[in-house]
């Protein structure tokens, strides 16, 4: 049998200074059943099937930065929170397939700190805040641990996400190592600590993207949590596909996403579950130096409540006082023809906090190739 495998990174990487944060109205993901489920403020709703078999990479990293940045390792806390999600062997039961993860710890360069097997002996002993930022290293090796010849099929069910707050020491070996993971049809999420603009970044945003992954900055490290659900409601890989597949991601307080748009693709549009009350802020940057038109509305009505467009410093700015609670969406168009990058920012005034759904059956269907 095939295993599907996905790759996570965690860690920071720079985007310009003028980007979005993202509120989501879902959070982090379980199993119920064989399906990977999004929780809300209340309740669980289901993303679409998903049968286990991935590979899963976890990469973290342990730079000496993150002592300052993240001095609770809540990145370590959220890894291990994606990790528990994942279908085990117990799970699985009998004639079923389990996922498969392994952690990789990066720094200076990277290890493998745990190899790829069950997700419930799978370790995150040692991460510590110790040396320099290798991601390009860190990915690397997450590709050679998933992609070994004993461990099934790599394309299309394989994703990789990383957590980190560093700049790495080369860019042009980051994106390398992205071209290989496109190459080898795994997706990679990239979810960066606060970190500062960096020369080249939109080569790297577009060798992220292009994998089918997620661009996410981190605004603080509490938010970390809020990332995995990021990555859950987009997709872990391509088989598990949601968020933006007709075009829609959901937002989460706290982050940041890059995203890119053109006139042929059509509006790129983001959503909230807002509550009665908060106060929001919605910030788009055109990092490619398009032209964007932005339209905020009332999902529930289907009624246009704001629109604007971006201002000579590619800025575009919304602030939405919510009367009551309903679905929003953020609408991202273009009449340029050549696709151009963006990042959307959210922020509320509202400290939301989205828990996890445990699983309530193991339920598991073996998965059989396409």
């Known amino acids: 049998m095939l295993n599907p495998t996905v790759v996570v990174i965690f860690g920071l990487l720079a985007l310009p200074t003028q980007v979005f944060s993202?509120?989501?109205?879902?959070?982090?993901?379980?199993?119920?059943?064989?399906?990977?489920?999004?929780?809300?403020?209340?309740?669980?709703?289901?993303?679409?099937?998903?049968?286990?078999?991935?590979?899963?990479?976890l990469v973290i990293d342990s730079s000496s930065s993150n002592y300052y940045t993240d001095p609770s390792d809540l990145r370590i806390v959220a890894a291990k929170e994606l990790n528990s999600l994942l279908v085990t062997k117990d799970q699985a039961g009998p004639g079923g397939q389990s996922d498969l993860v392994t952690v990789i710890d990066f720094d200076s360069y990277a290890v493998v700190t745990s190899p790829l097997g069950d997700p419930a002996s799978a370790s995150f002993e040692g991460i510590d805040s110790l040396g320099g930022t290798d991601i390009a290293d860190g990915v690397r090796l997450a590709i050679d641990e998933l992609t070994n010849n004993t461990s099934g099929s790599t394309a299309h069910r394989t994703g990789i996400v990383v957590l980190t707050d560093g700049e790495d020491y080369s860019i042009d070996e980051l994106v390398d190592q992205l071209t290989r993971a496109r190459n080898e049809s795994i997706r990679v999420a990239f979810g960066f600590l606060s970190p500062d603009y960096q020369s080249g970044e939109e080569g790297l945003l577009a060798a992220i993207l292009q994998t089918g992954g997620i661009y996410s900055i981190i605004n603080t490290a509490e938010a970390q949590k809020n990332?995995?659900?990021?990555?859950?409601?987009?997709?872990?890989?391509?088989?598990?596909n949601t968020g933006s597949a007709n075009g829609t991601t959901v937002l989460y307080p706290g982050l940041s996403i890059a995203g890119n748009v053109s006139a042929a693709s059509g509006p790129k549009t983001y959503t909230y579950s807002a509550q009665a009350g908060e106060k929001l802020n919605f910030s788009v940057s055109a990092i490619s130096g398009q032209k964007l038109d932005l339209t905020l509305?009332?999902?529930?009505?289907?009624?246009?409540?704001?629109?604007?467009?971006?201002?000579?410093?590619?800025?575009?700015?919304?602030?939405?006082?919510?009367?009551?609670?309903?679905?929003?969406?953020?609408?991202?168009?273009?009449?340029?023809?050549?696709?151009?990058?963006?990042?959307?920012?959210?922020?509320?005034?509202?400290?939301?906090?989205?828990?996890?759904?445990?699983?309530?059956n193991t339920n598991f269907t073996k998965y059989v190739p396409p």
């Open 297 to 360: 509305r009332d999902a529930k009505s289907n009624k246009d409540l704001n629109s604007t467009a971006t201002d000579s410093r590619g800025i575009g700015e919304f602030l939405f006082d919510v009367p009551k609670d309903t679905d929003l969406s953020l609408d991202i168009n273009t009449t340029n023809k050549t696709a151009g990058l963006f990042t959307v920012s959210f922020n509320s005034s509202v400290n939301r906090t989205y828990g996890s759904c445990r699983p309530s």
């Open 22 to 57: 993202s509120g989501f109205g879902v959070g982090p993901l379980s199993h119920t059943g064989h399906k990977l489920v999004a929780r809300a403020d209340s309740g669980c709703r289901q993303l679409p099937a998903s049968s286990g078999g991935r590979k899963i990479g």
């Open 227 to 240: 990332f995995v659900n990021l990555v859950i409601a987009h997709g872990l890989t391509d088989v598990d």
